[in-house]
């Protein structure tokens, strides 16, 4: 019976560090707009940027290559950590997208009112990905 434990709980801590070993995940804000990052296929790219929904104005995305670089699931709005919260306060909005295949392409996100298509943004994000 001690054999079959012993394997067991082997089995389970080679689990759990093939689960620890996850696909890496990179971080990007404000302080890389413009520049450039590269990934491997099947990371993670995760940007994160200040938003106030509460306006009416939120974080889109305007260009990539979606062959490249798909976005996984809907944004999210992380709201602000202050107590009590305060109306009208600022978050953030996080994307994240999935490196699929090798290649380069420039991701743009613009900070606008989703219904004002005629008005210019009033803040653009662009980011150079390079996925090897």
């Given at each position: 019976?001690?054999?079959?434990?012993?394997?067991?709980?082997?089995?389970?801590?080679?689990?759990?560090?093939?689960?620890?070993?996850?696909?890496?995940?990179?971080?990007?804000?404000?302080?890389?707009?413009?520049?450039?990052?590269?990934?491997?296929?099947?990371e993670?790219?995760?940007?994160?940027?200040d938003?106030?929904?509460?306006?009416?104005?939120?974080?889109?995305?305007?260009e990539t290559?979606e062959?490249?670089?798909?976005?996984?699931?809907?944004?999210?709005?992380?709201?602000?950590?202050?107590?009590?919260?305060?109306?009208?306060?600022?978050?953030?909005?996080?994307?994240?997208?999935?490196?699929?295949?090798?290649?380069q392409?420039?991701?743009?996100?613009?900070?606008?009112?989703?219904?004002?298509?005629?008005?210019?943004?009033?803040?653009?994000?662009?980011?150079?990905?390079?996925v090897?």
């Amino acid at each position: 019976m001690s054999q079959k434990f012993a394997k067991l709980v082997l089995f389970l801590l080679l689990a759990a560090l093939l689960a620890a070993c996850g696909k890496k995940e990179m971080s990007v804000g404000r302080a890389e707009n413009g520049g450039t990052v590269e990934l491997k296929t099947g990371e993670t790219l995760m940007v994160s940027l200040d938003s106030n929904i509460t306006t009416g104005y939120s974080w889109e995305i305007q260009e990539t290559d979606e062959t490249l670089l798909k976005l996984k699931g809907d944004p999210e709005y992380i709201e602000p950590k202050s107590d009590p919260q305060l109306a009208g306060a600022g978050g953030r909005q996080v994307f994240r997208f999935e490196a699929l295949k090798a290649g380069q392409t420039t991701l743009t996100l613009v900070y606008r009112r989703p219904w004002e298509k005629d008005v210019a943004p009033i803040d653009t994000y662009s980011l150079t990905v390079t996925v090897k």
